[in-house]
Nanobody, 115 residues
Framework: QVQLVESGGGLAQPGGSLRLSCAASGSIFSFNTMGWYRQAPGKERELVARFTQNGSTNYADSVKGRFTISRDNAKNTVYLQMNSLTPEDTAVYYC?????????WGQGTQVTVSS
């Protein structure tokens, strides 16, 4: 059973930064995609950023130029560096990993952007 453990959420001021971490229980190379989704109150869960199978990255238009996804293969960990945060980034952020026939989620970490 794959486990994804997130950390790094919290409260940030507008214009501030946070870094999220997602540690996988197995090799991240076993996944076709791995990345981050978020869900704000009253909204659907949406893709924020992810690595694809060939190592390329996808970003939501709303975070391009502000957020950066990265990974440490030796630690089986994926990160999300979030800069220039706005209140619209407030949401629960979920780590996601997928392979053929299976989708895995972390427990979620709250990010709140407020002055």
């Amino acid at each position: 059973q794959v486990q994804l453990v997130e950390s790094g959420g919290g409260l940030a001021q507008p214009g501030g930064s946070l870094r999220l971490s997602c540690a996988a229980s197995g090799s991240i190379f076993s996944f076709n995609t791995m990345g981050w989704y978020r869900q704000a109150p009253g909204k659907e869960r949406e893709l924020v950023a992810r690595f694809t199978q060939n190592g390329s990255t996808n970003y939501a238009d709303s975070v391009k130029g502000r957020f950066t996804i990265s990974r440490d293969n030796a630690k089986n960990t994926v990160y999300l560096q979030m800069n220039s945060l706005t209140p619209e980034d407030t949401a629960v952020y979920y780590c996601n990993a997928e392979r053929v026939g299976a989708r895995f989620w972390g427990q979620g970490t709250q990010v709140t952007v407020s002055s």
